[in-house]
């Protein structure tokens, strides 16, 4: 199992610039988040989503698009990038908790490392 | 909204020495985790708290979870320089059947030999 597979690694960008960060997962999870980190403010989410086929806004989600291809990717688009998005991206996985026995505990990838001039 | 907050922030420590890192949350939860970071790396799940009273240990980590007192902590015992790294916890909000995990600013530990 590889988990969950985010790609590009690492993306240099100008302003203004678009792109998409791709996320997929191959544990059959519901649930899909993306999530910024940056220095001394640990991880804030961005956008989640629940189930295939819904999205929502997270925490910060002004300048982010997302789209829940299907089961198992889930995107995250710059439209039109900005120095203040430079940061690590992580998407994450995990299974639903209510009514079942697992531990809700979030699978992360690899982290997407941006940055724009 | 939920404040989740860790200290201390920073913590140099020696080998052999003993520790606690604390996590304090502002609304109620019974669901805590704690997470891994080495440097560029991703995040590892070290520990997962489900109810009051929970206490998980691996190894010289061990967690707790007081949800009356909304704190978690995660102690080190006799620390070894493996265990350098930044940890993170992290509290649940369920919604709409998501876990939403809210993060602390993370605690980076450094142990000298």
């Known amino acids: 199992n590889a988990g969950v597979t985010q790609t590009p690694k690492f993306q240099v960008l100008k302003t203004g610039q678009s792109m998409t960060l791709q996320c997929a997962q191959d544990?059959?999870?519901?649930?899909m988040y993306w999530y910024r980190q940056d220095p001394g403010m640990g991880l804030r989410l961005i956008y989640y989503?629940?189930?295939?086929?819904?999205?929502d806004k997270g925490e910060v989600p002004n300048g982010y698009n997302v789209s829940r291809l299907n089961k198992r990717e889930f995107s995250l688009r710059l439209e039109s990038a900005a120095p203040s998005q430079t940061s690590v991206y992580f998407c994450?996985?995990?299974?639903?908790?209510?009514?079942?026995?697992?531990?809700?505990?979030?699978?992360f990838g690899e982290g997407s490392r941006l940055t724009v001039l | 909204e939920l404040k989740v907050e860790q200290n201390p922030l920073f913590l140099s420590m020696q080998e052999g020495k003993n520790y606690t890192i604390y996590c304090n949350y502002s609304?109620?939860?019974?669901?805590l985790y704690w997470y891994r970071q080495d440097p560029g790396k991703s995040l590892e799940s070290l520990f997962v708290?489900?109810?009051?009273?929970a206490v998980k240990q691996e190894g010289r980590l061990m967690a707790s979870l007081d949800t009356k007192a909304r704190l978690s902590t995660l102690h080190i015992t006799a620390a070894v320089h493996d265990l350098s790294a930044t940890y993170f916890c992290?509290?649940?909000?369920?919604?709409?059947?998501?876990?939403?995990?809210?993060f602390g600013q993370g605690t980076r530990l450094t142990i000298n030999p």
């Open positions: 994450a996985s995990s299974e639903v908790v209510a009514g079942g026995s697992n531990t809700g505990e979030l699978f």
């Open positions: 609304t109620t939860s019974d669901r």
């Open positions: 708290l489900l109810s009051n009273g």
């Open positions: 989503s629940a189930s295939e086929g819904t999205t």
């Open positions: 992290a509290v649940d909000l369920l919604i709409q059947g998501a876990q939403k995990l809210v």
């Open positions: 544990m059959n999870h519901n649930s």
